[in-house]
Antibody
């Protein structure tokens, strides 16, 4: 059974960089046809797609966050990561990692990790 | 960017009732690439429907998705106690992928 697990600091200071990692188990991140992405949800609010990466390194970002977002993949560790720079309180959210297949929506999700931006 | 508008915002219903949730897109959703998710407090979203009308693995047949173009519907034929949750639609045919703001189905 595929499992995804987010990890990273739960508290980040304003103007700093938020860094999260998603460890994938029960399957290979290098499998053809699968894309790996990040989605966030501010407390009490809706869902926002951040971006997606393919194991080859191809990336796709939400234009609203593209200038501050970097998603990378480490196939040797079977994990992928998110860096979000210059954070503000508006970036406080639960961050989820997820997998989707070509032509399908995300079907496997991590449990989510709350990141709070505060000094 | 495709904006998805869900209605109503909140529904107060009793177990056993039938419920219909709406998701309207600001422009046509390519290939009917429209999904529905269920989210309970403290949990990640759970995929219910993809391709507007196909049930995901393990989803009971009381959940039915329909629609095309700009108008989509999720119907729950008979509410079970475990169905009280927030429901989101998502379009994945165009970039950026976008979600509706959610409909909360609460116990009356």
């Amino acid at each position: 059974q595929l499992q995804l697990q987010e990890s990273g600091p739960g508290l980040v200071k304003p103007s700093e960089t938020l860094s999260l990692t998603c460890a994938v188990s029960g399957g290979s991140i290098s499998s053809s046809g699968y894309y790996w992405g990040w989605i966030r949800q501010p407390p009490g609010k809706g869902l926002e797609w951040i971006g997606t990466i393919y194991y080859s390194g191809s990336t796709y970002y939400n234009p609203s966050l593209k200038s501050r977002s970097t998603i990378s993949v480490d196939t040797s560790k079977n994990q992928f990561s998110l860096n979000l720079s210059s954070v503000t309180a508006a970036d406080t959210a639960v961050y989820y990692c997820a997998r989707r297949s070509t032509g399908y929506p995300p079907d496997y999700w991590g449990q989510g990790t709350l990141v709070t931006v505060s000094s | 960017e495709i904006v998805l508008t869900q209605s109503p915002g909140t529904l107060s219903l009793s177990p056993g009732e039938r419920v219909t949730l709406s998701c309207r897109a600001s422009q046509s959703v390519s290939g009917s690439y429209l999904a529905w998710y269920q989210q309970k407090p403290g949990q990640a979203p759970r995929l219910l429907i993809y391709g507007a009308s196909s049930r995901a693995t393990g989803i009971p047949d009381r959940f039915t998705g329909s629609g095309s173009g700009t108008d989509f519907t999720l119907t729950i034929s008979r509410l079970e106690p475990e169905d009280f949750a927030v429901y989101y639609c998502q379009q994945y045919g165009s970039s950026p992928r976008t979600f509706g703001q959610g409909t909360k189905v609460e116990i009356k």
